[in-house]
């Protein structure tokens, strides 16, 4: 049977968030330990951070250890995944530069993800070119490791609509060669695109409303309690709307009924404490509090792993280094079929002299 891998990555320009977290890695741990695939590969894609980041390059380093340190803290395990740097397996720029002959510049363009990333940088009268072309750097990502499975956001879908194009355009020209991926979305749904505190669609660092997987309790309870509900819902006893109201959003990605039986024996489920807040006379403080005691439940453990890992920054600069040079490894026996697939592997076999010979000889 074919084997199942796993292939995803984080951008290293800061440290992950809870929308991180519900959106992808929990998922990647829940993956992991399943212990249905054969092989895991988790990239710190700093190349790809560079592309828009070009002139700061510092921010991107700081934050490798960031991003590795959260990988850890939520769980996942060096003993089971490949943790690595992408920068550090140079056959995945070498693969790109081959896939950019299949992909032309108005099918880059359609591309909805790099067209927001594009509005947001204010790049529309100067995009870089490695940042107009990093879907295909990604399709190199995923193909190098022969990923069967892409566990994202729902934001990497337009990427990986590219990869399999890449994947299937490649195998029609050149031969059955690489593996088709699927992604791998949430099913929840408002795991898919959790909003900032604020309300606002997107977490951003610089709008200051997201909670970190490595913030203090006191610092995510306080932003717990100043999270955007619903404008309308002034007194007690007024009805409140769902809809748009960041705590419910927040409270359905992350509460189960086990948490109600913990903290708010009043209510068996989220439908009843939302049936209540509808009706009139549930303030916004107590579904606050809950969500603090849910959110902290959830984050104390990783708080807890990450306090143990940043004792031993010397042992995660190990696991980084040793996931890398596995990833090269990886990468450069797909880099040699690609080119075995290309004909451009003129010293690896004899064929190629061979019939140079018998070309040049009368
Ligand atoms: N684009 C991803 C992000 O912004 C990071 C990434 C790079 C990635 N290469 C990948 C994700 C390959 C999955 C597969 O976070």
């Known amino acids: 049977m074919a084997e199942k891998i796993i292939l995803t990555g984080d951008r290293p320009t800061g440290k992950l968030h809870v929308g991180h977290y519900v959106g992808s890695l929990k998922r990647r741990v829940e993956l992991q330990n399943s212990g249905e695939f054969d092989k895991i590969f988790i990239m710190i894609a700093d190349a790809q951070a560079l592309t828009d980041n070009a002139d700061n390059p510092a921010k991107v380093r700081d934050n490798i250890m960031e991003v590795a340190l959260d990988y850890l803290s939520v769980g996942i395990d060096p003993a089971k995944t490949c943790i690595f740097i992408q920068s550090h397996v140079a056959e995945l720029t070498e693969l790109a530069f081959y896939y950019m002959n299949l992909v032309t510049v108005s099918r880059l363009q359609r591309n909805p993800t790099v067209k927001a990333e594009i509005q947001m940088r204010n790049f529309e009268t100067s995009i870089p070119v490695g940042f107009f072309t990093y879907p295909i750097s990604q399709a190199a990502d995923i193909t190098a490791f022969k990923a069967t499975t892409v566990p994202v956001g729902e934001d990497q879908m337009p990427?990986?609509?590219?990869?399999?194009?890449?994947?299937?355009?490649?195998?029609?020209?050149?031969?059955?060669?690489?593996?088709?991926?699927?992604?791998?979305?949430?099913?929840?749904?408002?795991?898919?695109?959790?909003?900032?505190?604020?309300?606002?669609?997107?977490?951003?660092?610089?709008?200051?409303?997201?909670?970190?997987?490595?913030?203090?309790?006191?610092?995510?309870?306080?932003?717990?309690?100043?999270?955007?509900?619903?404008?309308?819902?002034?007194?007690?006893?007024?009805?409140?709307?769902?809809?748009?109201?960041?705590?419910?959003?927040?409270?359905?990605?992350?509460?189960?009924?086990?948490?109600?039986?913990?903290?708010?024996?009043?209510?068996?489920?989220?439908?009843?404490?939302?049936?209540?807040?509808?009706?009139?006379?549930?303030?916004?403080?107590?579904?606050?509090?809950?969500?603090?005691?849910?959110?902290?439940?959830?984050?104390?453990?990783?708080?807890?792993?990450?306090?143990?890992?940043?004792?031993?920054?010397?042992?995660?600069?190990?696991?980084?280094?040793?996931?890398?040079?596995?990833?090269?490894?990886?990468?450069?026996?797909?880099?040699?079929?690609?080119?075995?697939?290309?004909?451009?592997?003129?010293?690896?076999?004899?064929?190629?002299?061979?019939?140079?010979?018998?070309?040049?000889?009368?």
């Open 159 to 362: 990427m990986i609509e590219q990869t399999k194009e890449i994947v299937h355009k490649f195998n029609a020209v050149y031969g059955e060669t690489l593996v088709d991926p699927q992604i791998l979305l949430p099913s929840n749904k408002a795991c898919l695109r959790l909003p900032g505190t604020d309300g606002k669609a997107k977490m951003s660092k610089s709008l200051g409303n997201c909670i970190y997987l490595s913030e203090a309790e006191e610092d995510v309870r306080k932003k717990v309690m100043s999270m955007f509900t619903d404008p309308d819902h002034i007194r007690i006893e007024d009805p409140g709307k769902l809809e748009g109201n960041t705590v419910f959003t927040y409270l359905d990605a992350f509460c189960n009924d086990g948490h109600f039986a913990e903290y708010l024996p009043e209510y068996a489920n989220l439908d009843e404490l939302k049936a209540h807040y509808q009706r009139g006379g549930l303030g916004d403080v107590k579904v606050k509090k809950f969500l603090n005691n849910v959110i902290q439940e959830e984050l104390r453990p990783i708080r807890a792993r990450r306090a143990e890992y940043e004792q031993r920054i010397g042992d995660v600069y190990d696991i980084l280094k040793a996931g890398s040079e596995k990833a090269r490894e990886e990468a450069a026996k797909t880099l040699a079929e690609v080119k075995a697939a290309m004909k451009i592997n003129y010293f690896d076999t004899p064929e190629f002299l061979e019939e140079q010979s018998k070309k040049y000889s009368k």
